[in-house]
Structure formats: C-alpha cells, structure tokens
C-alpha cells in the first residue's frame, strides 16, 4: 500500500464521517440559528465577540492544533509502529475526539457561554465544580509546560540538517520568524479594531506578509540565537501578557493567521504525500511493549498520541473562548465537530513525516525536527531543493506557531479558573491569576532542565484525555437528564475513563517509586495521584447525582 492511498482513504473516511455521523449528532442538538448566542446576548468587546464563522473556525482551530497532534504521533510510531497509530488517530477523531468537542461547545452555547467547571458545578454541585477547576488547572500546567519548553527547543537547536550553513542559525531563523509572526498578528488586531477593513482585504495583506516574515527568519536568523531557559522564560512572559489582553488584539488575528498557517501546512502535507514519490519506511507495527516505564501499547499509545485523536483541553477552548464568540448555532458543527476532524489530517501529516524516514534515520531527533525536516522537505519538492533553507524554517515556525495558539489559551483559561475559583475581580484579580498559573510552569521548565517535556508528555496525554472522559461524563448526564440520546456520550466516556485511569495509576506508582527527594519523578509522580484522587470524586459525584430525580439546568 502506498503512502498517497493510505492518506486518500483516510481522507474520504473523514469526510464521510463530517457528513454521516456528524450530521446526526447535529440533529440530536437541533440546532437553530434563530436562538440568540451568548456572544450577541453577553457581547461585552472583550470575551464575548460575534465573529464570523471563518475567522472563527481558523482560530479555534489554530488553538485545538497544537504540538499534540503532531509530536504524539510521531512519538507513538517511533514506539509501536504507524499502524496502530494510523487506526487510533481514525477511530479516535470520528467517534471520540470530534463528538467530546461539538457536544462541548454546544454546552457551553446553550449555558450561556459557561465554562465546563460552571457546567458541571450546575450539574453535580460546587464541590464537584471545585474538583473540577483544580484537575483542570493541574492539566492546563502540564500544558503549558510540555509545549513551552519544546517550542524552546525548536528556537535553539532547529533543524539539524541545515546546521553549519554558513551565516544561518536554523534556530535562530525559527525564533525570528515566529517572533516577527506573534507582531504581525498584534498589527492585525489593531488594523481590524481602528481601522475596520473588509475582511477580505485584511487577509490579502496579512496572510501573505505571515510567509514573508519567515523569508526574513531565515535572514535575521543569527540575530535571535539565546539558550533554551531563556527562550522558556520569553515563552512564558508572552503568555501572561497575552492572556489578560483583549482577544480582539491579539487571541483572534493571531488564531486568524494561525489558520492560515495551518491549512498552509495541510496543502504542503497533501502535496508532499500525494506527489512526492515518498514510500513507507516505517514498520507497521513494532510490538505490544517497546520497554521502559511508559512503553506497554495497552495503555501509552492512547495517551501518546494525546490531542491527534481527543483531548479534554479542547473542551476547555470551546467552552472557554470559542463558545463565547459564535455568531449563530450553526456555526457548531463545522467548528465543534469539522476542526477537530481537519486536526486528524494534521496528525496524518505528521505520521508521514516520519513514516517516509527509515527507523535509523528517526534516531535521536525531536518530533518538532522531524516534523520540520518532513515538511520542508514537502515544500522543498514544490519550490525546489536550493529553498530548502525557507522550506524547514517554514515547516518549523509553523509548529510553534501551533503551540503559541495553545499555551496562551491554556494561560488565559488557567487565569479564568483561578479568578472564577476564588471571587477576583478586575485587573488586579486577572494579573494574580495569571502570574499563580505561569509561576508552577516555569519553576518546572528550569528546574527540569531542557528537553523537560519528553518528562511531563505521558502525564500531559493521561491527564488531558482523562479531562476529556471526565467531561464526556458531565455532558452526557446533561444530554440524559434533558431526554435526549446519551449513548454517543456515555460509550467514549467509559472506553477513555479505563484507558486513562490505567496510564496514571502506572505513571502515579513508577514516578514515585523512582523520585529521589522533591525531584521531577516526585511531582509527576504527586500529580498523578492526585488527579486520580479528584477524578475519582467526580466519577463518584455523578454517580450519586445519575439516581436523584433533580433537574441539570439544560437549556436544551
């Protein structure tokens, strides 16, 4: 079989699945356009902003399209083989991962633009709600962490293939374009706020200006060489900054231009993989346990691949943002349920990038190199080989263009959470939110050292996707209580709730039993259990709240 027909069925298998499965899913909701959204009910010009359904879906989908479905499964096929890989990331989008976030979002649409913590504090009381809040704010710094420090990484090292040319730095060219690319996005929000043009021109101005800053990467390149702590901690003063601003000046041009970036890299992928003669060179299935703590398939290679198949942080960007900015009900679908299909495309491009290569030739290198390497060597097959320069850099800003869309939400949610938690109000209240929330995330990436995250990713898949089980469960109680179907809820909050709780009951037992003083092992090891621990209250919470006749408020 080769690589472009594995690719096109799985594409059709989406596209099957957007119109079959999720067109029912989408009746089961009824969705109405004449029914006033929270973002025209509550507009406030900060959070609660009627957008339109394209520049929406490019920024939600630019927040959801992180480095999970990218570095997951290039991790999971380095470990078991693409096979198993290729199976979960189809399987686990269409049935799991795109249902946990079209139900998400029209939660939080019908609550009037409540988070998940508000859903389930309605649903199961304010203790489960306090739960809820702490298991998700342990979640987002895990978040926060892994894909900080990796972005890092990727501003120092780049691509090995292109280090030792003479007068470029492939790091440096990645830390150029990608810091030219978080102002243009800036220039944006301004431009659209003062100016107001018509969408159309805006986006003929700046999209092509987003590429022209990484040409300029590559020749600004020797101009932004640091260490890695100092690009972790330049990484995370970004987030506080960028999670108390308006999401009009930077959250939505930046998720904008992210999406463009990002169905960029999916043209490239589909050409390189259609058209570039590339073969299979990975092995289709390496075994049941490649050894080590975290190497059992049964159940790591769930949690590896992480967001590439479902993640509880998109609930949390539904709920948290994106709900809060649809402009009429129809617009869920697409969003909800199509983003996170076009997601699995990402990570089918990010399995080809490894599976062209030969086992050999993966040895030692960063899922971000490999990635890089992958598709600016697509590109490179359309621009030609003396581009090759601007092709990696290209293929790596736009995996940290992926994060950057991430742990900024990932802070601004944390913020939320926090403020929402203890009752704090203004601008005094968000910066001390915002500073508790970047604070454990930055003792842990200098405490860790570089190259931290491969330390926290297991722990920040288990914990994401058991958040996705924990919020599955919420909304299917709300789905049954309002008479409505439940099976296509409650079927993935049982399959991911086993998987999940297995992998951090081990991470929980291993970490602790190899920590040495207050160490990495001790706290991922601490983390663990206590995310079991409030896991296990919710699931008991629910259980109690499923036999009472008491209503959840539905707003169905």
Not at 344 to 357: H, K, P
Not at 498 to 509: E, N, R, S
Not at 530 to 552: C, D, N, P, Q, V
């Amino acid at each position: 079989m080769t690589l472009a027909f594995l690719a096109l069925g799985f594409a059709l298998f989406l596209a099957a699945a957007y119109r079959l499965y999720g067109g029912w899913i989408a009746r089961q909701f009824e969705l109405d356009d004449a029914r006033v959204t929270p973002a025209h009910e509550r507009s406030d010009g900060t959070d609660f902003v009627p957008t339109k359904r394209s520049y929406l879906f490019a920024q939600h989908f630019s927040a959801i399209a992180a480095a999970g479905p990218i570095a997951g499964p290039i991790l999971a096929c380095q470990l078991f083989g693409w096979g198993p890989c290729l199976a979960w990331i189809a399987f686990g989008v269409v049935l799991i991962g795109s249902v946990h976030d079209f139900a998400a979002l029209m939660a939080s649409v019908r609550h009037g633009g409540s988070s998940i913590a508000e859903i389930t504090r309605g649903a199961l009381g304010t203790g489960a709600g306090r739960a809820i809040m702490a298991f998700i704010w342990i979640a987002l710094i895990y978040v926060i962490v892994a894909f900080a420090d990796i972005t890092a990484g990727t501003f120092v090292a780049g691509s090995e293939e292109l280090s030792g040319s003479g007068g470029f730095h492939p790091g440096g060219a990645v830390a150029a374009a990608s810091v030219l690319y978080l102002g243009l996005s800036l220039l944006l929000g301004l431009v659209q706020r003062y100016l107001k043009p018509p969408l159309w021109l805006a986006t003929a101005i700046f999209v092509p200006a987003t590429f022209a800053v990484c040409f300029l990467g590559t020749r600004l390149s020797t101009s932004f060489i640091a260490s890695q702590a100092f690009w972790a901690i330049a990484i995370l003063c970004y987030c506080a900054v960028a999670s108390v601003l308006p999401v009009w000046s930077l959250l939505q041009p930046r998720g904008y231009l992210g999406g463009f970036v990002l169905y960029t890299a999916l043209a490239i992928g589909a050409f390189g993989i259609l058209f570039g003669g590339y073969g299979i060179r990975q092995p289709f299935f390496r075994g049941w346990n490649a050894g080590g703590a975290t190497g059992a398939l049964f159940p790591f290679l769930f949690v590896t691949i992480a967001c590439g198949a479902c993640s509880g942080f998109h609930g949390l960007v539904c709920s948290g943002t994106t709900s809060k900015q649809i402009d009429r009900e129809g617009d869920c679908r697409p969003i909800g349920y199509g983003a996170m299909l076009c997601e699995g495309l990402v990570a089918l491009v990010a399995l080809a990038t490894i599976m062209i290569l030969a086992p050999e030739e993966t040895e030692g290198l960063a899922p971000g190199t490999i990635y890089g390497n992958g598709l600016g060597g697509f590109l490179a097959k359309l621009l030609g080989p003396r581009h090759l320069p601007f092709a990696i850099t290209f293929g790596a800003m736009a995996f940290s263009t992926f994060v950057f869309d991430t742990i900024d939400v990932s802070t601004r949610l944390g913020r939320y959470l926090l403020q929402e938690l203890f009752g704090w109000k203004g601008v005094t209240g968000a910066g001390a939110a915002t500073l508790l929330t970047v604070a454990p995330a930055l003792y842990f990436v200098l405490d860790s050292g570089s190259g931290s995250w491969q330390k926290f990713w297991t722990l920040f898949g288990a914990s994401n996707q058991l958040l996705a089980a924990l919020t599955l469960l919420v909304l299917t109680l709300w789905l049954k209580r309002s008479g409505r179907p439940a099976l296509f809820t409650l079927l993935p909050t049982l399959f991911v709730s086993v998987i999940t709780i297995w992998a951090l009951a081990m991470i929980g037992w291993r970490s602790l039993g190899a920590a040495n003083g207050l160490d990495v092992a001790f706290w991922n090891g601490a983390s663990a259990l206590t995310l079991l621990a409030l896991a296990g209250y919710l699931f008991f919470a629910a259980t109690r709240r499923s036999f009472k006749r008491s209503e959840i408020p539905e707003g169905l």
